[in-house]
């Protein structure tokens, strides 16, 4: 609660997505669309499963030939990301 001046709901909502936790929260919850937009649509709808664990993100695909390209490709998965969420949401990526 402020005395001196006024805060707008969406100045009030927009601190509140900025605190840390509630930030990786959200960029967690938009993992699947994250990972969709990086990856295209064909190795998205070959996903198994997208599973984050301690700041590790494990993928499941079900195409050998797919998971072999995504194998090499783990650091710049990670980095992009961890770009497009804005926060570090990603330490590793394991492909399976």
Not at 12 to 19: A, C, D, H, I, S
Not at 31 to 44: D, Y
Request: hydrophobic letters at 45%.
């Amino acid at each position: 609660m402020r005395r001196t001046k006024s805060l707008m709901v969406g100045e009030l909502l927009e601190e509140f997505f900025q605190r840390p936790y509630v930030a990786a929260k959200v960029a967690e919850g938009r993992l699947p669309e994250t990972w969709r937009a990086i990856v295209g649509e064909r190795a998205a709808n070959d996903t198994a499963e997208l599973k984050l664990e301690n700041h590790v993100l494990y993928v499941r695909m079900r195409s050998s030939i797919l998971r072999s390209e995504l194998f090499y490709q783990r650091e710049a998965l990670r980095l992009e990301i961890n770009e497009r969420s804005g926060v570090k949401l990603v330490n590793a990526v394991i492909i399976r």
